[in-house]
């Protein structure tokens, strides 16, 4: 007996020793390298695949854009982005005269292909889209007064090309704020909403899901661009597959209605500059809907998902994505255990992050 507790004090010695030392050459190694940017760029000059995957998918995105911008698809990021620009010069206070003379013959272009595939095949494409597009130039040619030849010729190309919009009202407005909705009610709801880890085995059902979708697609994003898909798992193999893969699932995994995939589209940029509008994007309509289920009665979870290789790989082939698809996050949902725990999760106070007119 005695002999057996000392072999066991003797391993937890050896494991604290172990990753005492591991702690120190980390130590050193992240002192040295994360000092300066030129020894990070050393260090990952060496560690060149560390980013790999993301400096692929930035890059490939990026070639994609250009080459989908001929091509038919269902929904034009480009065309999105130009309108939501043309948009912002009309609510301009004062109005230019003359706006977005550097990038308006361009949308009228990216336009015209969208018009010309929803005259051909409407089913294949967004109309409500096109209407936007169509009622936001419409409303540019009628407010840019001023005299100038590159916006003349864009609306004599614009007045040539013949679509009917069914909606004519897609354009700015001045918001009212109808909604009766108090402080006090959206704070029962951001206090009701908890991470739920544990459900009812009931499925949810996916009119619900799209209602919680429509709260979150309402969410704002970088330019209108909405870059992201939520991929939706209700059949129980399925959801097994998918929620087996992220370590964070560990041990509720089996118990998951539902699961939804956040996946973000880097082919949604020209720019690299513009990489991390993914995650953020997605993160502001990620929340929403989990709002959106609250109100509906169903509960969620988010589940982190690392960029780790062997995952990051084994989900692409699961899934079937194309390398600028990158991951962001799982979010389970059902219908809450009514005998399951949710942690506490005490929050940070609020003068803990928060600063008014600090500079530091
Ligand atoms: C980006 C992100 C990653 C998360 N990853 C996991 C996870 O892998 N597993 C898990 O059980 N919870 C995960 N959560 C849930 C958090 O643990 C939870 O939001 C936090 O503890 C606060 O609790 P609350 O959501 O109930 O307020 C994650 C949340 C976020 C926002």
């Not at 899901?209 to 994003?221: C, N």
């Amino acid at each position: 007996m005695l002999k057996k507790l000392k072999t066991i004090a003797t391993n937890l010695l050896a494991i604290t020793w172990i990753r005492k030392c591991y702690e120190f050459v980390n130590r050193v190694f992240l002192e040295t390298f994360g000092s300066s940017r030129i020894l990070a760029h050393l260090f990952y000059t060496i560690a060149f695949l560390a980013f790999n995957r993301e400096q692929v998918g930035v890059l490939r995105g990026r070639r994609n854009y250009y080459r989908n911008k001929n091509q038919d698809r269902t929904s034009r990021v480009e065309l999105r982005r130009n309108i939501h620009r043309l948009e912002k010069g009309i609510i301009m206070m004062p109005r230019r005269d003359i706006f977005a003379r550097d990038y308006i013959t361009e949308t009228v272009e990216f336009y015209e292909l969208a018009a010309r595939q929803c005259a051909t095949d409407p089913n294949s494409l967004e109309t409500s889209e096109v209407e936007w597009a169509h009622n936001v130039l419409s409303e540019y040619f009628r407010v840019s007064t001023g005299k100038d030849p590159v916006v003349d010729a864009a609306r004599e190309r614009f007045a040539q090309l013949s679509y009917t919009p069914q909606d004519t009202d897609k354009v700015p407005y001045v918001k009212k704020n109808l909604s009766s909705i108090s402080y006090e009610q959206l704070h029962e709801l951001a206090m009701q909403r908890r991470s739920v880890r544990w459900f009812d085995q009931k499925p949810v059902p996916r009119e619900l899901v799209d209602k919680a979708l429509v709260i979150g697609r309402q969410s704002p994003t970088a330019c209108n661009r909405l870059p992201f898909e939520f991929r939706i798992f209700d059949d129980p193999e399925m959801v097994s597959k998918v929620a087996g893969l992220p370590f964070g699932a560990a041990g509720y995994a089996q118990n998951i209605p539902t699961i939804v995939v956040v996946v973000g589209k880097l082919d949604s940029y020209f720019s690299p500059r513009d990489r991390h509008a993914i995650y953020i994007d997605s993160s502001l309509a990620a929340m929403s809907f989990m709002f959106g289920l609250e109100t509906l009665g169903l509960s969620s979870s988010v589940i982190n998902w690392p960029d780790f290789e062997p995952l990051e790989a084994k989900m692409q082939k699961t899934l079937g994505l194309d390398v600028t698809d990158r991951v962001i996050m799982l979010i389970a949902v059902g219908y809450a255990h009514p005998e399951g725990l949710v942690p506490f999760s005490q929050k940070k106070e609020l003068d803990t992050f928060r600063s008014y007119n600090q500079l530091r």
